[in-house]
């Protein structure tokens, strides 16, 4: 089973260059953190309008919560590009912050944007018969909406071989894209069901957590998230080493 197999090549990636990946990503998955940290002691305000609850800011967090934001995705972005990077090249990090590759990290934010407006078009577009049938058989609405997730995570994998090309900065437009894993419907739909579903397995404990603010909670959602985001970007890189660039993944 091919998507097993880029799943666990993913994870291997990271778990025999751990010193690497800490290397390469804990700074700059501190900085990315503080954003969620602020956000979690200082949640938005529930305000009544028109008969309907919705959240609001408070005033002076609002500042905090955009600058905060701007360095978590430019964060991201650089553990990305600087991961990608190391695992596609042997580039290895210097110290404790990997090298800054401005013009690919901007590359990487667009085809990001790109890749973001598409998978949000296809669900839009699939949500529209599977709401129709939602309305005509309820007890399926749940399973309906696990087939949408599922979507946008298989039109994800299809586009996203274009993410690790921009952190070389290598072009491969979009077309060129889906057509790496033309063929490969199966082992995508293998591939965006098994990441979904570890997504939300090791998620749990803190969902379930009473308390979003204690100290345990906030732990383990740093380290699930950290170790989710490093084999999310490894997943790419494997999937971009095996099928533009014809690496093995054995």
């Known amino acids: 089973m091919k998507g097993w197999q880029i799943f666990r090549h993913s994870f291997n990636l990271v778990m025999a260059n751990l010193d ?9 998955y501190l900085v990315q953190s503080f954003y969620m940290i602020y956000n979690v002691f200082n949640p938005p305000e529930m305000m009544e309008f028109e008969g309907t609850e919705i959240p609001v800011m408070a005033p002076e967090t609002v500042l905090p919560t955009i600058l905060l934001g701007l360095l978590a995705i430019v964060a991201s972005l650089w553990i990305a ?4 990077r190391f695992a596609l090249t042997g580039e290895t990090a210097v110290g404790w912050v990997p090298r800054f590759h401005g013009s690919n990290i901007l590359g990487y934010l667009g085809r990001s944007i790109l890749i973001g407006i598409l998978v949000v078009l296809g669900v839009i577009v699939a949500s529209v018969p599977i709401g129709i049938i939602s309305i005509g058989m ?3 609405a749940g399973g309906m909406s696990l087939i949408l997730i599922g979507l946008g995570a298989y039109l994800f994998f299809r586009l996203g071989v274009m993410l690790p090309a921009a952190a070389l900065g290598e072009k491969l437009a979009l077309g060129a894209a889906w057509d790496a894993t033309k063929g490969e419907s199966g082992t995508i739909v293998t591939l965006a069901m098994i990441v ?3 997504s939300i397995l090791i998620q749990l404990p803190s969902w379930f957590n009473e308390n979003p603010t204690s100290v345990l909670n906030i732990v383990y959602s740093l380290v699930v998230n950290w170790l989710a985001t490093i084999i999310g970007i490894s997943v790419l890189t494997t999937l971009y080493g095996h099928f533009v660039e014809g690496r093995p993944i054995d």
């Open 196 to 198: 979904v579903g570890a």
């Open 81 to 84: 590009v600087a991961w990608h």
């Open 138 to 140: 309820p007890a399926l």
């Open 20 to 28: 690497q990946a800490l290397r390469l990503s804990l700074v700059l």
